[in-house]
């Protein structure tokens, strides 16, 4: 079942994806975000923007533009996670698609939200709500965040911001799941591998592969459980991702994203009428047959090597994504764009690195001849 009755609304940090998958149901679209990429507002039917601050969006201004929608049903992103009192300030006639606030009110109270995995019986890195006082390695972070941005190792003596807790580093590999909810049972979607931290990027969010082929049975059948019982309790609904690391002593939780997760994009093909759908058909009680295959498919963002002004007319190759508009000024370290790989497996880590060399150095090259001109 289809509904194309009401127009929707798709709001994130980012809404490319969303924008892209939402639009496969002969949805109309309006996509709102803080970035305004090309292939963004190419994707939906019309587009808004609304500024990104440090603590994400202005609730007041991002309430009173979505507020001038009325009728439509919202589908959010990353990027509300912070603000999760946003989704009871809307309009009546503003139906909303995903967990409800009562879901995101418990991930953004991290003592409240680790108590509760606790209770749970789900395994995760060592907490702490007061700053460390050993020499291990710690982390620095804020609950419900999206994005890896506000992770930093901790240093002792360090000012301690309110809203951050502390969780000590486990090394391992990083893994995470993404599956659809109807609040009583889910389906999984698929297992990812998560590329590593970036020197440049440090802990942001920096891609993935949809394949897990190093995760063991018994490590799928444990995150399987925690998934049941995560659904059961807080009632999760529509598309929502978990990411977590495999250590030695088996796999650690490490972020609940009460949310549809960057990841879908890599199984989004496989839905008929994309993935954007199946999240609001959950919210009915509906879970979709999942496809049992799905090709070989990873992104990977592209930090900037130095400050950047992009140039115009540069020709952005068809495997990347997330398109600055001409003249952003990118400074060094932050995301540029994200490159796109469909490969067998053994050779998508090299075809990124790839693509990720190529498009900097034309990128470079290009913006070094049009100051060249202008001069």
């Not at 709001?11 to 002969?26: C, G, H, W």
């Not at 999760?84 to 953004?108: F, K, M, S, W, Y």
């Not at 297992?191 to 592969?209: H, M, S």
């Not at 592209?302 to 001409?326: K, S």
Request: glycine share 8%; charged share 20%; aromatic share 8%.
């Amino acid at each position: 079942m289809v509904d194309t009755g009401h127009p929707l609304l798709v709001v994130a940090a980012s809404a490319r994806t969303l924008a892209r998958s939402a639009v496969r149901a002969d949805r109309n679209v309006t996509a709102i975000d803080g970035f305004g990429d090309l292939d963004t507002r190419r994707s939906a039917h019309r587009y808004r923007y609304v500024a990104l601050g440090p603590q994400g969006f202005d609730r007041t201004t991002l309430i009173q533009t979505l507020n001038r929608h009325p009728g439509h049903t919202l589908v959010y992103g990353g990027g509300l996670e912070w603000t999760p009192d946003l989704l009871v300030g809307l309009r009546n006639d503003i139906e909303v698609a995903g967990n409800a606030p009562e879901v995101l009110q418990t991930l953004t109270d991290a003592e409240r939200l680790f108590a509760e995995l606790t209770r749970l019986v789900i395994p995760y890195p060592e907490v702490r709500h007061s700053p460390p006082n050993d020499d291990g390695a710690w982390l620095s972070k804020r609950a419900a965040a999206c994005g890896g941005g506000h992770v930093r190792w901790w240093q002792a003596g360090e000012p301690h911001d309110a809203g951050r807790y502390f969780q000590r580093y486990a090394a391992g590999t990083p893994y995470s799941v993404v599956f659809l909810a109807n609040r009583h049972a889910f389906r999984v979607v698929g297992w990812n591998t998560l590329l590593g931290p970036d020197e440049r990027l440090g802990f942001r969010y920096r891609g993935a592969i949809n394949r897990a082929d190093a995760l063991d049975a018994r490590a799928r059948i444990e995150v399987h459980g925690w998934i049941h019982r995560l659904v059961m309790t807080l009632g999760l609904v529509g598309l929502n991702g978990i990411d977590f690391v495999l250590t030695t002593q088996g796999p650690l939780l490490i972020d609940l994203n009460a949310r549809p997760p960057a990841t879908m994009s890599l199984y989004d093909p496989e839905y008929p009428h994309g993935l954007v759908q199946a999240h609001i058909e959950a919210g009915w009680g509906i879970l979709p047959t999942t496809p049992q295959t799905h090709p070989v498919r990873a992104h990977e963002v592209v930090p900037a090597p130095r400050r950047l002004t992009i140039p115009a007319g540069f020709c952005w190759p068809d495997w990347c994504a997330d398109i600055p508009a001409a003249g952003t000024r990118v400074p060094e370290s932050a995301p540029v764009c994200s490159v796109l790989a469909r490969a067998a497996a053994h050779y998508l880590r090299r075809l990124l690195a790839e693509r990720k060399a190529r498009v900097v150095a034309d990128l470079m090259r290009t913006e070094t001849a049009s100051q060249a001109l202008a001069s």
